[in-house]
């Protein structure tokens, strides 16, 4: 009978999220970030890239749009790519 109870409490079998799990969804993705310090000029590649939160940036799944593009000014390490920084 306590099962029952506790499955009709949580409602319908479909996943729902909260306001506060929508919220947190760009908090807790990541984004493609410089690992070094760059000069205008660089040509970015990959191990010039890394991902870290929060996900505010550019996805990890579009990392390849961003390689082999060019430096339009100096970038430092830990910082977002951001689309003003490519030439």
Excluded at 2 to 14: I, P, Q, S, Y
Excluded at 29 to 46: C, E, K, T
Excluded at 57 to 63: F, K, L, M, R, S
Aim: with cysteine.
């Amino acid at each position: 009978r306590r099962c029952h109870a506790t499955w009709a409490c949580m409602g319908g079998t479909e996943r729902q999220l909260s306001e506060d799990e929508l919220n947190q969804r760009q908090t807790m993705r990541r984004s493609v970030v410089y690992a070094n310090a760059l000069s205008a000029g660089s040509i970015l590649a990959r191990e010039d890239l890394c991902f870290k939160r929060p996900g505010t940036g550019i996805a990890p799944t579009d990392v390849e749009s961003v390689v082999g593009k060019t430096l339009a000014q100096d970038v430092l390490a830990d910082r977002l790519v951001e689309p003003q920084h490519l030439a």
